[in-house]
């Protein structure tokens, strides 16, 4: 650093005017990428004319005052910049895989948005906010969780009115009490029916809807004359789509992807059917909010968003100093460019007596549905009175009242006042008495000029409008950090709903693998144009159906009652077998595409419901664990023939485990070259082993996006080549003989046990004599990683643990283990031990393949507390790394954040989601927890981490469901546990910055845990297929390049098109040596696309927004694409 500074002290100025020069055509070579040429005719762009370029290019930033911010927020990091773990980055990377000479590689990444080595400045971060609160929860009088607001009548004049604006909505939960198609049609249908009747009666009425789900049902009940209604509706602004996602999405326990897809898939339904483009979100009901929400939304052309659910402290806090409105902020933003406007509603709740203004006793009067007569009361004892000439003027300036004070917690003179609440709306009474009442009430008010009011119906654009036309973006200050874990009263953290019916939280993730395997195979064959791939993406009868259908399902499960484990049992069985569904539909969909990608040029068109393979993975019921598919081979069937697909867009070499009916088999590659393959029993309860089927386990290598064929042979029993190896087996702690299947005759059995080891080709586990983890070795480093199940009570008062609460009652107590039965396999290919503990049959792997499987230990979890009571099951990892009170978690999948254990606050409280990665680390070494099912952890004490498994609740929390937590299933559980010494004094972000991102190892085991190799066997004995293998992609973006979408079926401009999405992972190459960035080459911060896709001449490359509404720029197909570290982008295809 400080010879950097010398030297920048010398070269002076002209410096300084270098790189202002080179920022400007960097940044003039990215803005202009598409419309000019491509990014990589770098050549072409010399330095020539750079006058002209740079008055165009301040003539185009004056426009984009931000913009300008944007470099001068950058030249004043670009030094620092230069001389960190960028630079440090590049010169680990191999120069001729370098895209440009370093300086431009550099100005370019500094001109994003990305600020690492400082921690970037924000007015608002949350994690400094809860350092500094102290969460006493005083009582505030008639707002409870704030306090007395004054106001002073002066503070409005005739020029400076209040302006109200009172947005009418309904919550409808597409499945919680009932299923989405219950509430359809008892409540929803209504609601929609009679708002097509009753806005029309008065222009000025205004309604706004968020659910699609629910939308598109309706819209097939609905006439063209009916439609046409509607379209006018929205035409008028009498009605608004906010959000326009598939389902108000949870956003604790969703993957990044899914929530894309939830939100494609509604504003696609709004782009196919209304020509629709929503610009604000509205997220009334999610149970605490995540940061991933606002970048996705921003990349969708939303200008703003709403929020509810947030910690009541955090509320006040905002509150007390008007806050409540901000520019919501990525964590590595040091420039502003991830903004979005946010608006968090102050108070307890979204129904009416906590949106009109602090007092509930007050605002509860005017939910008119409350007016005697209508079923509801108000619990203040209060009721509504109808509005009346005589009353008007009193009742006006008592709701008037309320707005003045909610207007004092924020900024400007616009008050936003939600009208609704759940499934309300449903009798045209209701839109009577309420809307006739507040209109009288709006004309009272409006009339009387002496009020300095001016209020009305609104929807939520026309509040944020009026506010931005009130004072700009700049006069609110930036926040950056999420709002977990949530609390609405007291000591009540929603923490318990991030393991609430974990079952189905696995199949969520297994089901968004195989939407993303099926879509990416499809997308494949319709561009192979290979026999059958013509009909395939027609959506009435091609396989598009069937894969547009498994969509909607996962989209549905997104709603913030469906992943989240808090609907009802018959609701939980109905999101199951939509979910079931979906993943047979994805497997047809994948086996088909595989047949077309595997045929000839001149084969025949397949028959659309031929089942050429069956997938290995068969789930008999929606609530059952998938099991192995048995490959029967022997004399009589000497071969089968395989298929592996890898959905990923890097290459994998990896194992990959079938069952067989032998134990002499062989296994070809493509070229019928006999590979490595190991054998071993399988275990089924305690140590006995199955006598009619075997483990087969052998590497893989399937190069991105690709489809690779293997032969499974049978063999004669004195055939042992030398490629077959069947595993050594020890059994550990039995008393008598075991019955040793055919072909394993010499098992080690031993009435003790003992503490051992398992190695692979990069680490050695230990093991205690009852078969736990006890420590890890990598490299020359021995690491305490002691492995223990734990559970929690519940309370013995009144408020107890349910669906959505964990409260606990004390800290968790570790289960006896006693004395159990360790079966342990080794082998070249893997090695394993399986225990059976109580409630969890656990057991440890280590694979030996070069690949992202063998970068850490895989642990199989599967749970069953069926027979417990009011319990809460964990998992403990415990080392000796001295992480203090800090750990960090991720945010659906997308991004991970610093956290902090608070002694001041309860255990519940210190509980965040772990969608996929949590990790602990101190100077040294770093422990990551990769999880295939989203759930709930915390990091309690130094050195641990906890990974809540299941939990079973006798009763109900209160919070609506109105029914206890029983239904649990076996589940199973996958986690990946890496542990990674650090590089020495090598630092991926400043001290203390607020975010953190995964090791390239934890990156790509991440990936692959999520997306495992497709095993496709072919039902056919006979060899009937024309071509081995079929590998499309040409070269490799790097494995930090990540294509969460890539499909048919996107609707632009009338026209279906491929569309896809490149996400650009920033990851922490500070645990990386040579050889491990050998084995996953980075990019270089660029993509070809046109390696990744067939792309015929004539074929256009346009960027769009996220959900591919707004087509944006055209890109050179052939060009490279720079993409900045964590940026999203999304491109359409036309052919
Ligand atoms: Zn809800």
């Known amino acids: 650093m400080m010879r950097l500074k010398r030297a920048v002290a010398v070269i002076g100025s002209a410096l300084v005017v270098l790189i202002i020069i080179m920022i400007y055509s960097a940044k003039d070579l990215s803005e202009f990428a598409g419309k000019r040429q491509p990014v990589a005719d770098y050549e072409s762009l010399k330095f020539v004319n750079l006058e002209n370029r740079i008055k165009q290019l301040e003539h185009d930033l004056n426009q984009h005052g931000n913009e300008v911010q944007d470099i001068k927020n950058v030249m004043k990091n670009i030094i620092p910049q230069n001389a960190s773990s960028h630079s440090i980055k590049n010169s680990q990377m191999n120069p001729k895989d370098r895209l440009k000479p370093v300086i431009t590689e550099v100005l370019y990444e500094s001109n994003c948005p990305f600020q690492l080595n400082f921690v970037p400045k924000t007015d608002i971060q949350m994690l400094e906010i809860y350092k500094r609160l102290k969460f006493d929860n005083p009582d505030g009088g008639a707002w409870k969780q704030g306090w007395k607001i004054e106001v002073d009548e002066k503070d409005w004049n005739r020029q400076n009115k209040l302006k109200v604006f009172v947005v009418p909505h309904s919550h409808n939960d597409p499945g919680w009490i009932k299923t989405v198609e219950e509430y359809y049609l008892t409540q929803t249908k209504h609601i929609l029916n009679n708002m097509l009747l009753k806005l029309p009666e008065d222009p000025r009425r205004k309604f706004i809807w968020a659910e699609i789900s629910y939308f598109s049902m309706w819209w097939e009940d609905l006439g063209e004359d009916e439609r046409e209604v509607v379209k006018r509706l929205i035409r008028n602004n009498q009605l608004e789509i906010v959000t326009g996602g598939w389902v108000m999405n949870d956003e604790a326990n969703s993957h990044w992807i899914s929530i894309m897809q939830q939100l494609t898939e509604g504003h696609q339904w709004l782009q196919q059917n209304l020509n629709y483009t929503p610009q604000s979100s509205w997220a009334i009901d999610p149970f605490g909010m995540s940061l991933t929400q606002p970048v996705l939304l921003k990349e969708m052309g939303f200008r703003n968003t709403l929020m509810q659910r947030v910690h009541y402290s955090v509320k006040k806090e905002l509150a007390s100093k008007q806050q409540l409105e901000f520019r919501w902020r990525q964590l590595w933003d040091g420039t502003g460019k991830t903004d979005m406007f946010t608006h968090m509603m102050p108070f307890y709740g979204y129904d009416i007596p906590h949106t009109c203004g602090p007092d509930p006793k007050v605002c509860c009067q005017f939910d008119f549905k409350r007016l005697p007569g209508h079923g509801l009361h108000c619990p203040w004892k209060v009721p509504p009175q109808e509005i009346t000439d005589k009353n008007v003027a009193q009742r006006a300036v008592m709701l008037l009242d309320q707005y003045r004070k909610k207007s004092k917690l924020y900024k400007t003179n616009v008050v936003l006042a939600p009208l609704g609440d759940d499934f309300r709306y449903d009798h045209s009474t209701e839109w009577d008495v309420q809307y006739n009442n507040y209109q009288r009430l709006f004309d009272h008010m409006n009339s009387n000029l002496n009020l300095n009011v001016q209020a009305q119906f609104g929807t939520l654009t026309d509040y944020f409008e009026a506010l931005h036309n009130d004072r700009k973006d700049a006069d609110f200050p930036s926040l950056s950090g999420d709002f977990f874990t949530y609390s609405d009263r007291d000591d009540h953290y929603w923490s318990g709903y991030y393991t609430s019916r974990p079952f189905y939280k696995r199949m969520d993730r297994i089901l968004l693998s195989y939407i993303r395997a099926a879509e990416t195979i499809l997308t494949l064959a319709y561009l192979s144009g290979k026999p059958g791939s013509a009909w395939i993406t027609d959506r009435e009868v091609g396989l598009e159906r069937q894969l547009s259908d498994a969509r909607k399902s996962l989209s549905l499960f997104q709603h913030h009652d469906g992943i989240t484990g808090t609907a009802k049992d018959h609701v939980v069985i109905d999101y199951g077998k939509k979910m079931l569904a979906a993943l047979n539909g994805c497997q047809h969909v994948i086996q088909h595409a595989a047949h077309i990608l595997l045929s000839g040029k001149d084969a025949e068109t397949p028959d659309r419901n031929a089942l050429f393979y069956n997938i290995d993975d068969v789930r008999h019921s929606h609530d059952s664990i998938a099991e192995r598919y048995p490959i029967t081979i022997g004399p009589e069937l000497r071969a089968k023939r395989i298929a592996i697909f890898n959905s990923l867009s890097f290459d994998r070499e990896e194992v990959v485990t079938l069952h067989v009916s032998t134990p002499y088999v062989e296994v070809l590659d493509t070229k019928k070259r006999r590979i490595k393959c190991q054998v071993s029993p399988i275990f089924e309860y305690g140590s006995s082993m199955s006598q009619t089927k075997y483990q087969l386990s052998f590497v893989v290598h399937i190069p991105a996006l690709g489809l690779v064929s293997y032969t499974i042979n049978a063999l004669w029993e004195y055939e042992s080549p030398v490629e077959s190896v069947r595993s050594g087996i020890r059994i550990y702690n039995q008393y008598g003989d075991v019955q040793a299947p055919v072909g394993f005759s010499d098992i080690l059995v031993s009435p003790s046990s003992r503490e051992f080891t398992l190695q692979n080709n990069r680490l050695t586990a230990s093991f205690s004599n009852l078969g736990l983890l006890k420590a890890l070795k990598v490299g020359a480093n021995t690491v305490p990683v002691h492995l223990d199940f734990a559970k929690y009570g519940v309370r013995q008062t009144a408020e107890r643990s349910g669906a959505y609460l964990f409260l606990p009652d004390g800290d968790a107590v570790p289960l006896h283990i006693e004395n159990t039965i360790v079966n342990v396999i080794e082998g070249p290919i893997m090695s394993s031990v399986t225990v059976q503990l109580p409630y969890v049959r656990h057991s440890v792997t280590l694979y030996s393949s070069l690949g992202a499987d063998s970068l850490g230990i895989e642990i199989e979890n599967i749970v069953d507390i069926a027979k417990t009571s009011n319990f809460e099951l964990v998992m403990r990892l415990s080392t000796n790394i001295k992480n203090s009170d800090e750990f960090f978690t991720d945010l659906n999948g997308f991004e991970i954040l610093r956290r902090k254990r608070f002694q001041k606050l309860p255990i519940q409280a210190n509980y ?220 359409i295809l036309q052919r």
Request: aromatic share 6%; charged share 20%.
């Open 912 to 1131: 965040y989601p772990i969608p996929v990665s949590a990790y602990i680390e101190d100077d040294k070494t770093r422990l990551t927890v990769l999880t295939g099912s989203p759930l709930g952890t915390s990091s309690l004490l130094e050195g641990q981490i906890e990974i809540m498994l299941d939990r079973r609740l006798n009763q109900d929390d209160n919070l609506g469901l109105g029914q206890a937590v029983l239904d649990n299933r076996p589940t199973k559980h996958i986690f990946r546990i890496i542990l990674e010494q650090k590089t020495h004094s090598c630092r991926a972000t400043a001290e203390g910055h607020p975010s953190g991102f995964p090791t390239l190892a934890a990156h790509v085991a991440a990936q692959t845990l999520l997306n495992p190799l497709v095993r496709l066997l072919r039902t056919e004995d006979e060899d009937k297929i024309s071509q081995p293998d079929y590998l499309s992609v040409e070269a490799e973006f790097g494995v930090d390049f990540v294509i969460p979408t890539l499909r048919t079926g996107v609707t632009l401009k009338g026209r279906d098109h491929v569309a896809f999405v490149v996400h650009r992972q920033f990851v922490d190459t500070c645990f990386a040596d040579q050889t491990l960035l050998k084995q996953f080459p980075l990019s270089q911060g660029s993509v070809n696309i046109s390696a990744l896709l067939p792309t015929e001449l004539g074929s256009k490359l346009f960027k769009t927004s996220l959900s591919f509404l707004l087509l944006k720029n055209e890109v050179h197909i052939k060009g490279d694409l720079l993409m900045c570290p964590m940026e999203v982008q999304a491109f």
